[in-house]
């Protein structure tokens, strides 16, 4: 008789990571063509903006604001969008499509590229998940989970934002950081999980997990340095882009500066010179080809915010904003996991080697969460998206509290005591449902919309020249002004068609000047929201009593609006389309009554803004008669529709009323023939005729019509 085999552990199969790179790509893909808001003029002015000038030109109308022209960004960002515009519109020339095709294709590239991009760093965050809790745990697959219903991450991660690449950099060179270093001795025992035996003592040597969830032995001298080689171009790159990305890698580079030998300290610096300087070095000569003069975009960034305080200008905040206000914005209904996740963290000490490794690198993590809020918490001007490089992390920490609260309530469902977390789990899905389609869909969706309007308009009105030439001058097109806060709206890269001429106001920040000049300072945007008529007056050609009567596209002679950019222009054309908030419309009514302008669209904007110069619609004035009397018709259509649509809902309820008080029906049959039908629809057009409760026969109520006519109407 044979001796019974003790069972062995079948070794666990790597998660499909190729399933799940694809299906984050297609999710992400879905996401940017479902994003229609606006959220920060720097998705624009900061990246598609300067990109568009690379790929096509100078003389394209690409608005290129102040910063570029101080060299405070680093060009390998718009170096990015312009190849992605180069491609497309390559791709647009050999298929042949038509210049609306071709619009369309230009402004969809930059937010598929930006998709893949987003992608990556869901990808990374799930990898570096499996690094920290092991192969097919839990606490990653929970990561991963609440990184696709994160409502921040759908609202702005596929958003061309300087901040989101730095994101996706930081997460992806998080992933390849070599942990065994900075986790220090605690992780180094080499104990053997399963004998107990010592497997290695060499002060050279560590014990790090695989994703096989086993302990794996490796040289730090060699494979350390292979991690860094990965790891440190993609974090100089990262601070590059944005500045402040170096909080992160300062903080890692010290802990594994005080728990690693010299030897291994050695090759530290040595990677770090070296990376560094070659990502500096492709950094230093595309700014110089890019800017036409040598210069260092990071610390000229770090001067102009810091130095003189121009962050100020755009706004200051309290020294608690990050936490008030940053990571609940971050998290929404991950907030309280998160704090949970980041608490235990702290508190937690574990006593296996494999634990004491993935606790050393959470612990990390969370080390990283608390210092950088907390040193930009000492510059004034803050914003939520400035921390974002922290929510892939902050995902990560958040997952154990998170499967330790809902997951008995998934995979016990016959047990009822269960049933409340169940609930809680679905709200919580629903509300980031909810709150990611509002801020995606509605939004602040008006900005989008109008610049599609314009595009629709400009096709219709502009007339082709006869010569084929590229980017020819001659041909005439639509002229557009915004009287809106600066940076409302995006520009070029959703205009796309050069011959648009359009303005907007301008908000220069007070460059080169001193304390006293900088706190009585008004820019062009609050120049003209101080007094409008006195703008208006002092700062249109013409002023506000010589307006123009035709449009520019059916004037006799046209005159063409300056192409140069808004905020070189000193004085404004009267355009042919006129945008605006809602907020400014009774004001235009009274300035500009008895001109030629007149309203021929409207769309819905937002239902609230924190800033009261952008809320309500967004409203476009014309000149065109043609298309006002058009806008008007439909307009009342509309409403006529509605109306119908009303009536047709009062009848029927007075039919099913009708049916269930068979012997009642008398008292309203005979009302509506003594009111007829003509006379009862024009009482319902006039908004005359009202819900009221009668009682009638044996002081039983119903719901019945009231009529109320006009003062001094006869009935």
């Known amino acids: 008789m044979s001796k019974p085999t ?4 079948a070794p666990q199969v790597p998660p499909p990571t190729q399933n799940i790179l694809l299906f984050l790509i297609a999710f992400r893909l879905l996401n940017t063509f479902a994003v229609r808001t606006f959220f920060q003029p720097d998705e624009y002015f900061q990246s598609l903006e300067p990109a568009w000038e690379i790929a096509f030109g100078q003389g394209q109308g690409a608005w290129v604001t102040w910063e570029w022209r101080h060299q405070l960004r680093s060009s390998l960002h718009p170096l990015f969008f312009a190849a992605i515009y180069k491609a497309a519109d390559f791709l647009a020339l050999i298929l042949g499509v038509s ?29 570096l998940a499996l690094r920290v809790y092991g192969n097919d745990s839990r606490g990653s697959w929970t990561t991963l989970v609440a990184t696709v219903l994160n409502p921040w991450q759908w609202f702005c991660s596929t958003r061309t934002l300087s901040n ?14 070599p942990w065994q270093w900075s986790v220090g001795s605690t992780a180094g025992d080499g104990r053997n999980k399963n004998t107990g035996q010592m497997r290695g003592t060499d002060q050279d040597r560590s014990v790090i997990i695989g994703y096989d969830g086993t302990f794996n032995l490796m040289t730090t001298a060699t494979d350390a340095a292979c991690s860094l080689q990965k790891c440190l171009p993609l974090a100089a790159l990262a601070c590059i882009l944005r500045p402040t990305n170096i909080i992160i890698w300062a903080t890692l580079a010290g802990l594994a500066w005080l728990r690693t030998s010299w030897p291994q300290r050695k090759v530290l610096i040595f990677e770090v010179i070296v990376r560094g300087s070659t990502v500096l070095a492709v950094s230093l000569i595309a700014d110089r080809l890019f800017y036409g003069i040598w210069t260092f975009p990071p610390l000229r ?37 998160a704090l949970w996740g980041l608490y235990r963290t702290f508190t937690t000490r574990n006593s296996t080697v494999g634990n004491s490794f993935q606790a050393g690198i959470r612990v990390q993590l969370a080390i990283i969460c608390v210092v950088m809020p907390f040193v930009l918490s000492l510059i004034s001007h803050k914003e939520v998206r400035f921390i974002y490089p922290l929510l892939p992390c902050l995902h990560i920490l958040a997952a154990p509290p998170l499967v330790q609260f809902f997951y008995p309530a998934i995979y016990s469902r016959a047990s009822p005591r269960h049933t409340p977390r169940r609930l809680i789990l679905i709200f919580l899905v629903l509300v980031n449902v909810v709150i990611a389609l509002y801020t995606t869909r509605y939004h602040a969706s008006g900005t989008l919309d109008v610049l599609s309007y314009l595009r629709q308009q400009h096709q219709a009105h502009s007339v082709p020249t006869t010569k084929r030439q590229k980017n020819s001058k001659s041909e005439t097109g639509i002229s557009a002004g915004f009287l809106m806060p600066c940076h409302s ?4 890269s959703h205009l796309v068609y050069p011959t648009i001429n359009a303005w907007a106001l301008s908000c220069e920040p007070p460059i080169d000047l001193n304390a006293t000049q900088k706190a009585v300072y008004r820019d062009e945007a609050d120049q003209f929201y101080d007094d409008p008529s006195q703008f208006l007056r002092q ?55 008895g001109s030629h302008y007149g309203e021929c669209w409207r769309t819905f904007n937002t239902h609230w803004h924190d800033d009261w110069r952008r809320r309500g619609d967004i409203v476009v004035w014309c000149l065109d008669t043609v298309e006002q009397d058009a806008w008007r018709s439909e307009t009342q259509r509309q409403v006529q529709q509605c109306r119908d649509k009303q009536f047709e809902r009062i009848v029927e309820s007075f039919k099913n009323e009708g049916r269930k008080q068979k012997s009642r029906g008398g008292c309203l049959f005979g009302f509506l023939c ?40 006869p009935f």
């Open 164 to 177: 989101c690449l730095e994101t996706t950099l930081t997460i992806v060179a998080l992933e390849l950081w």
């Open 674 to 713: 003594f009111l007829g039908p003509r006379r009862l629809l024009r009482y319902l057009r006039h908004g005359e005729i009202q819900w009221c409760l009668c009682s009638h026969v044996q002081n039983h109520p119903f719901i019945g019509l009231g009529v109320r006519p006009l003062a001094g109407r």
């Open 539 to 593: 700062n249109m050609a013409g002023g506000i009593r010589h307006l123009p009567r035709r449009p520019t596209y059916i004037s006799s002679a046209h005159s063409s609006v300056s192409q140069k950019t808004p905020n070189k222009t000193p004085q404004h054309e009267w355009p042919d389309y006129l945008i605006f908030f809602a907020e400014l419309e009774p004001t235009l009514y009274t300035l500009l009554r």
């Open 99 to 127: 210049p609306a095709v071709r619009a369309d294709l230009l402004i969809a590239a930059p937010k598929t590229a930006q998709a893949v991009v987003a992608a990556i760093g869901d990808f990374y965050t799930w990898k």
């Open 489 to 492: 709206t995006p520009w070029r």
């Open 301 to 337: 960034f770090l001067y102009f915010n810091i130095a003189q305080s121009l962050a100020v200008f755009y706004g200051s905040n309290d020294w608690h904003y990050y936490i008030s206000q940053g990571y609940p914005l971050l998290l929404t209904t991950m907030l309280p996991a």
């Open 6 to 9: 003790s069972p062995r552990r």
